[in-house]
């Protein structure tokens, strides 16, 4: 039997314990997890099982939410991060890497983080979660997918200004992009030849260099060099058509080349289901694809279903890492 997963808590003052309490509710029984921070952030009257060991986790669940305590500097008022507790929440994200990474997690959901609160409360060097976590698992280049049930989609660049994309979108950029896609695929999902479309990125492909460039110069060079790998890439297509039910039935996974070309659709699809993927890293991390959410903390308004399917999906990838 595979090891529980472990659920860092986020932001205390967002939904992060709220919706974990949820997730428990709709999922108990069937799919072992436990919550790492401090058990007076949960909503009250929630009912939790404190443990010792992630090992204690799946009994645990029988009775409530299985709680791995990590104290905390202050309270939590929802809707009003505190910086004292900036240090408890990076230390709960690491206790969590350090879990998965010695096998006592079979992986690491994360609850939303709020970046500012970080920096001004424990001068929090990092962008963001990700490029926390690539630190910890001493990794150089890490990718993010978005996932639900009916698309996978990565974006080769990420939070950038559209103007500067051009410039980012490099050689390397892009063939790192398909090669970690590629493999996690195969490693993390199971599918032994993963079929990755790639979009272009101008209007309906560049038409031929009508408008632009980088599909001729750039995305059709990169794609021809990884199929003279092995890897089974087609495009560069127009984004346009790329994301109807029928285009996605010939592909595993799309790589687009910018946040939106990528976010939109699955935004548009699943807008309450999707799961953010963190790819390239030496464990699993999935997390719920929203942010703290402070406007409706603790007022019992959050939705859980992002966080059930990001638990659901870190517990699908697991199963299929343990058996390639």
Not at 65 to 93: K, S, W, Y
Not at 263 to 274: N, Q, V
Not at 305 to 312: C, V
Request: charged fraction near 20%.
């Amino acid at each position: 039997m595979l090891p529980p997963i472990a659920l860092s808590c986020g932001e205390p003052a967002g939904v992060g314990p709220e919706i974990a309490v949820k997730a428990w509710q709709a999922l108990a029984g069937t799919l072992p997890f436990f919550w790492i921070g401090d058990p007076r952030h949960l909503p009250r009257a929630t009912a939790h099982v404190l443990i010792s060991d992630p090992a204690e986790a799946t009994r645990a669940s029988t009775s409530g939410l299985p709680v791995l305590p990590h104290e905390f500097a202050g309270v939590a008022i929802p809707g009003q991060p505190d910086p004292a507790n900036a240090r408890g929440v990076i230390d709960v994200i690491a206790r969590g890497v350090d879990l998965v990474q010695s096998g006592r997690a079979s992986a690491l959901c994360t609850a939303p983080i709020h970046k500012k609160a970080l920096k001004d409360g424990a001068g929090f060097a990092y962008p963001g979660h990700t490029e926390y976590l690539a630190a910890l698992a001493g990794v150089d280049r890490v990718v993010m997918m978005l996932a639900c049930d009916e698309l996978r989609v990565v974006p080769a660049t990420i939070h950038i200004p559209l103007a500067e994309v051009p410039m980012s979108l490099t050689r390397e950029t892009l063939s790192d992009t398909l090669r970690i896609t590629h493999e996690a695929l195969i490693r993390d999902f199971g599918i032994p030849s993963p079929r990755i479309a790639v979009a272009g990125l101008n209007p309906h492909a560049g038409e031929g260099g009508a408008m632009g460039r980088e599909e001729i110069e750039l995305i059709t060079p990169v794609i021809e060099a990884l199929r003279a790998e092995g890897l089974g890439l087609f495009g560069p297509l127009s984004a346009d058509t790329m994301f109807h039910a029928a285009a996605r039935e010939g592909y595993d996974a799309a790589v687009a080349m910018y946040h939106d070309q990528a976010l939109i659709p699955i935004k548009t699809i699943d807008f309450a289901g999707g799961v953010n993927v963190t790819l390239g890293l030496p464990f699993i991390r999935t997390s719920p694809d929203h942010g703290t959410a402070f406007d409706i903390a603790g007022q019992g308004k959050a939705d859980p279903t992002s966080l059930i399917a990001a638990l659901r999906m870190a517990d699908r990838m697991a199963r299929a890492h343990a058996a390639g």
